[in-house]
């Protein structure tokens, strides 16, 4: 049984910075690709950053470009998210998920296990 948690959301005032964190049990997600998406309410899911397993090539949505930083530590079996110069608009559930193609793919189809989300309110 594979299980995916997140950890380190909560309440920031605009500006500050957050790091969030997701560690997996039951299998190794080395091989894996790693994402970070976030829902707002009232929103659909948006994609927010991944990593590719191997050499960890990232890529961003164009919003938190700059800002958020995508890292892993496969020794940890643990993804990061590095969440800097925070925005109101960041405000929303952030979901971790991983995909055994091991891309840093921005569908969500394409991931096979997901968390249960970590709630980020920035305030303004």
């Known amino acids: 049984q594979v299980h995916v948690v997140e950890s380190g959301g909560g309440l920031v005032q605009a500006g500050s910075s957050l790091r969030l964190s997701c560690t997996a049990s039951?299998?190794?997600?080395?091989?894996?690709?790693l994402a970070w998406f976030r829902q707002a309410p009232g929103k659909d899911r948006e994609f927010v950053g991944a990593?590719?397993?191997?050499?960890?090539?990232?890529s961003y949505t164009d919003s938190v470009s700059g800002r958020f930083t995508i890292s892993r530590d496969n020794a940890k079996n643990t993804l990061y998210l590095q969440m800097n110069s925070l925005k109101p608009e960041d405000t929303a559930v952030y979901y971790c998920a991983a995909n055994h193609y091991g891309r840093a793919s921005a569908r969500a189809a394409e991931y096979d296990y997901w968390g249960q989300g970590t709630q980020v309110t920035v305030s303004s």
């Open positions: 990593i590719s397993w191997g050499v960890g090539r990232t």
């Open positions: 039951g299998r190794t997600f080395s091989n894996y690709g």
